[in-house]
């Protein structure tokens, strides 16, 4: 059986943690009772299960169990954080901040905003991929509503700053929602110290099953008004209808208890494997890091590789590495990354980028393949002509690796 590719893509998606499915299994053959069920064993044992999930998500944020909302996952909570705010608080003003460099599941429902006659502010980001604070500043207006900024970026891994902004909207009374599915459980998150009063979270970035995530939504100081988008039977304080999927639940909070958990030695161990994979990367001319060198998730490295073709590097790491150039929801459209391009790069050096994302079962022997296989590929291309390989899923050129 051929060896496959080393994964190194765990800001698209991570693999389930055995000990993740070994506390899911349970709920769905012997514990698969509906936890709105309240009439008879099968029923309590699944509340039972959905209400220590709850407890478990709120300690990782510093939040109370009532203001966690179970969601299918951060696109549906992004969604209903930005609209439901919108819905709820039109009447008061119709005006949001957002950035540039945001998720397509916060840009896309601000736009769908825009065309409902709401005003979108869209910051731009500094070279490193920071916004001006200063900027966020002048763009609060007396109608604005709802400021949105994510965590940690999902290509760059930028962290921006969440308690200086936070305090910002706290000053201004608007409302602060952050994305924060790259950032649960990878670096500290406190939405009462942060002054976060909407915060979207996802389980499959962090080593828990698909299909599953939650939203914060603040219940005091300020107490948060949404309108729901679902509706039916009232579940999740009337904000999310639909039959909770308990299995999901149990792994999301037991992943992201493990994460917490291990976060510590996780943090030093990854940063140890990204700074080896860059210093190896970096010899090479011509490689340009994207985003701030420190101030950034622990297992992310996203590069620009000059005077190669986009395509052709990454058909060239295929057969060893599974790495992206962007994110996952649209490495599908053939289209350069909007935030690599935000940060100033060309669309050439757009194109030609890797985003690196280190995972929990990624070892030193793996980085050091990666990085080989890495620089003899744009060694190869650099030398060749792009338009001969860019259509070729393995390399015709000669490259010498030695798989473990």
Known sequence: MPQRPIYLDCHATTPVDERVLEAMLPYFTERFGNAASMGHVYGWEAEAAVKQ??????????????EIIFTSGATEANNLAIKGVAEANFQRGRHIITVVTEHNAVLDPCRYLQSLGF????LPVQGDGLINLADLERAFRPDTILVSVMAANNEIGVLQPLSAIGAMCREHQVLFHTDAAQAIAKVPLDVEAMNIDLMSLTAHKVYGPKGIGALFVRRRNPRVHLTPQLHGGGHERG?????LYTPQIVGFAKAVELAIAEMPSETRRLLHLRDRLWQTLSQLEDIELNGHPTQRLPGNLNISVSGVDGQALH????????????????????APSHVLQALGRSEELAYASIRFGIGRFNTAAEIDQAAKWTIATIQALRQANPEAVKNSVS??????????
């Open 315 to 334: 058909l060239g790491l295929q057969p060893v590495m599974a790495v992206s150039s962007g994110a996952a929801c649209t490495s599908a459209k053939v």
């Open 395 to 404: 390399p015709p050129y000669p490259v010498q690796f030695e798989p473990t």
């Open 239 to 243: 904000l999310r209808s639909g039959t």
């Open 119 to 122: 005003d979108v502010t869209f």
């Open 53 to 66: 999930s709850r407890e478990m998500l709120a300690i990782a944020v510093h939040a109370s169990p009532e």
